[in-house]
């Protein structure tokens, strides 16, 4: 009777056991669909008038991009203590590649860059920085977009980087995401690699 009773219990915690074990593994199971769910609808696809910049650009775009994502918060910080924007040739006596006249400038085809376009503190508005002449093959010209808001006494400044196919285009009548897609401008999306091959599997 003894023997029985010891036994029945531990027949009752192995099941126990088991039974946790296996909710356990559901819990796991339905937290790891959720988070490869979840990662599928952040990824936002690209559209017609979009590159990403970790597979549609070629190496010395890609070195630009990155270096023009760097440079724009200093330039966007300038703006914000001195009101003004500064230009290029400032940005090359501060050492800001690409805008720097250096070996990373002659190495990545010696852009020539010029503002086109500048915001009003009072008003708002953009300021696009062009850069063209780019020597090296294939490419392209690009375009430094600041979208400057006011949200009540302060503002911000949204950045956008485009690139055009053309190393010598005509400047863009605006800075208007229509009229630049007309102009044959594309929008680079900084995608890293792992969201490149998300997109890519359809996640």
Not at 23 to 33: E, K, R, T, W
């Amino acid at each position: 009777m003894l023997t029985k009773s010891i036994v029945a219990p531990q027949k009752f915690q192995r099941l126990e056991t088991l039974a946790l074990c296996c909710l356990a593994l559901l819990v796991c199971a339905a937290a790891a669909v959720y988070a490869l769910t979840r990662a599928g609808t952040s990824q936002a696809s690209l559209l017609d008038w979009q590159l990403s910049s970790f597979f549609d650009l070629g190496p010395d775009d890609q070195a630009i991009h990155s270096a023009l994502i760097v440079t724009a918060e200093d330039i966007g910080w300038m703006n914000y203590d001195a009101g003004d924007w500064p230009q290029p040739a400032e940005l090359d006596k501060l050492l800001m590649p690409p805008f720097q006249k250096d070996e990373f400038w002659k190495l990545h085809g010696g852009v020539e860059w010029r503002i086109i376009r500048e915001a009003s503190v009072v008003n708002g508005g953009d300021t696009g920085y062009l850069g063209v002449g780019g020597s090296a093959p294939g490419q392209s010209a690009y375009l430094l977009v600041f979208r400057h808001r006011h949200v009540g006494a302060t503002y911000t400044n949204q950045i956008d980087v485009w690139v055009n196919k053309n190393p010598d285009p005509p400047e863009p009548g605006g800075t208007k995401a229509e009229t630049l897609v007309k102009s044959g401008w594309r929008q680079v999306i900084p995608y890293s690699g792992a969201d490149e091959r998300a997109r890519m599997q359809g996640k």
